[in-house]
């Protein structure tokens, strides 16, 4: 119940966190033509976290051996304190960004930005909730299904597993910041729904190397799971946030992409494990990612690329400036 509540606690850090994060680095670029680029650095601290946490729980377990159950899964929490106070210290000196500045300069500033991004863009949280289902849901059965089904199942080790996941997140830090690059030049749609399509053939390459039962085209299937959820994960960040005007952009990027955690990443080990309960097969759970990349892809499709043009403006009229006129040409 303890463990509950805290990953609670740390969910509702996460909604406030990830928003602030990525508008931050954004907002701070130099160029327009880098964003994507400058956005998908706040993404790395996805594989940087799965790559110190199952480093982490792979260690303790190896130390603390029968009595990882006891008090060597405690340990990694332990050590989370020294991320806390390094998180705290880089918070304290980060200044805000030249938009909100501007924002706060011209009294701009919502009162209750949420309720206004509802009110004003609700197509916009609900594309950008759906645009993650791709993302999301694969992401937590590439990383967390896979060791029920690769113990119970395919009777593999539990540290082979993560050793496999643990590859797969370093892969993944030259994979997402590339893939950010990638949406800057080629367009911010267009590499994400590519990597929605091939996350979508790849739930059935996956299950069909982890069905041969051989360890090395095991590994394999978990060493290249995460590269086509990188390809969406790199542009995500700017392609969410750039959906929102500025004064809505903290609060509309935060709702849309929470909102994909609740529908699609919380559920998906639980549907995946109904799934294969239900047809004793891993193309069910296959089908399920498929079904995902298909919502991805018409919601993507729906969304407006904002690749490399000015976010500064408004893309809606503020409050103050409904029913101005603009100025008559000379």
């Not at 980060?94 to 701009?108: D, S």
């Not at 299937?221 to 004064?247: C, N």
């Amino acid at each position: 119940m303890l463990l509950t509540i805290l990953r609670f606690v740390q969910g509702v850090g996460v909604g406030g966190e990830w928003g602030g994060s990525v508008l931050l680095a954004m907002e701070w670029a130099r160029t327009d033509q880098h964003r994507g680029f400058i956005a998908a650095w706040p993404q790395f601290g996805v594989p940087a976290g799965l790559f110190l946490a199952n480093l982490a729980v792979l260690l303790c377990s190896w130390l603390s051996g029968e009595a990882f159950l006891s008090w060597g899964w405690r340990v990694p929490f332990l050590i989370s304190i020294v991320l806390i106070a390094v998180g705290l210290w880089i918070r304290l000196g980060i200044e805000e960004t030249p938009t909100f500045r501007r924002l706060v300069a011209e009294k701009r500033v919502e009162k209750a930005p949420a309720l206004e991004v509802i009110r004003r863009q609700p197509k916009e949280i609900v594309l950008t909730a759906l645009a993650r289902m791709a993302e999301q849901a694969p992401f937590y059965i590439f990383t967390a299904f896979i060791f029920a089904y690769g113990t119970g199942t395919l009777k593999v080790s539990r540290d082979m597993l993560l050793v496999a996941v643990l590859c797969a997140s370093m892969l993944s830090f030259f994979a997402i910041p590339y893939s950010g690059h990638l949406s800057d030049r080629f367009g911010r749609k267009r590499v994400y729904m590519t990597g929605a399509f091939l996350t979508g053939m790849y739930g059935f390459i996956y299950f069909a190397l982890l069905n041969t039962g051989q360890t090395w085209l095991i590994f394999l299937a978990i060493l290249l799971s995460l590269i086509p959820h990188d390809v969406m994960y790199g542009p995500q960040a700017a392609l969410i946030a750039e959906s929102f005007t500025g004064r809505l952009r903290y609060s509309g990027a935060s709702l849309g992409y929470q909102l994909s955690s609740v529908i699609a990443g919380g559920p998906a080990p639980l549907i995946a494990t109904w799934l294969f309960g239900r047809t004793q097969s891993g193309y069910a759970v296959a089908g399920f990612i498929a079904v995902c990349a298909i919502v991805s892809l018409a919601a993507t499709a729906a969304l407006k690329d904002y690749t490399n043009k000015d976010i500064a403006r408004e893309y809606d009229h503020a409050p103050e400036e409904e029913g101005r006129t603009q100025p008559s040409q000379p």
